[in-house]
């Protein structure tokens, strides 16, 4: 079974600086997805960034991109010019076909981005 | 915009009572999906539907069941309310023949008193 791991549970940043979030994951799938997905405060869980399997570069989203090592089955997230609206908890997610798409979630990690 | 919309935000529901969550999506996605997030335990797969009137159970099915009557809706029913299913539930919605993202509702927070 395919399995998750955000082994930070809380962190913390100075505005305006970088912060990197950890996840790991266990497959023996060749093709999946893996996501990032914030949840802030009391509002709605939204996505922040995807990477498919099968592409090498990595993916990248004006102030937040990953570091995607498949060979290490890792998947961290970057957030640059951290700004205090990224304070959240962050997901990291597993997906891939089995008829359909199920998703399997991290534990999370919730960043703190102090003034 | 997606929207999924679940019908409460916050409820309090009395231990033994029957209780309904209701959730509706408006892009016509084949996947729905209810997930438990508890601290410390991130998001836990209850049940998934892939069309109208198929589900599969997910990770912690027990004390759980759901319907799909039609494919913009999907309710998650407690059958005997007890306190440790006190959680917040979110109510999720994709498409069904590629990998995109899902999309969230806003949550209900559940307490069983």
């Known amino acids: 079974a395919q399995t998750v791991t955000q082994s930070q549970p809380e962190m913390s940043v100075q505005e305006a600086e970088t912060v990197t979030l950890s996840c790991t994951y266990d497959?023996?799938?060749?093709?999946?997805?893996l996501f990032w997905y914030k949840q802030p405060p009391s509002r709605q869980m939204i996505l922040v960034i995807r990477?498919?399997?099968?592409?090498?570069q990595n993916a990248t989203e004006n102030r937040f991109s990953v570091n995607f090592q498949k060979a290490a089955k890792s998947f961290s997230l970057k957030i640059s010019d951290s700004q205090l609206g990224d304070t959240a908890m962050y997901f990291c997610?597993?997906?891939?076909?089995?008829?359909?798409?199920?998703?399997?979630f991290g534990t999370g990690t919730r960043l703190k981005v102090l003034a | 915009d997606v929207k999924v919309t679940q019908s409460s935000r916050y409820l309090v529901k009395r231990t033994g009572e029957k209780v309904f969550l209701e959730c509706v999506q408006d892009?016509?996605?084949?996947?729905m999906f209810w997930y438990r997030q508890d601290p410390g335990l991130g998001l836990r797969l209850i049940y998934f539907?892939?069309?109208?009137?198929?589900?599969e159970k997910g990770d912690i099915p027990e004390g759980y069941s759901v319907s799909r009557e039609k494919k913009e809706r999907f309710s998650l029913i407690l059958e005997s309310a007890s306190t440790n299913q006190t959680s917040m539930y979110l109510c999720?919605?994709?498409?069904?023949?590629?990998?995109?993202?899902?999309?969230f509702g806003q949550g209900t927070r559940l307490t069983v008193v």
């Open positions: 892009m016509d996605h084949e996947n």
């Open positions: 539907s892939y069309d109208v009137k198929m589900k």
């Open positions: 497959t023996s799938e060749n093709n999946y997805y």
């Open positions: 999720a919605s994709s498409l069904g023949t590629a990998s995109t993202e899902a999309f």
């Open positions: 990477q498919e399997a099968y592409k090498q």
């Open positions: 997610a597993f997906t891939r076909y089995v008829g359909t798409y199920k998703y399997i």
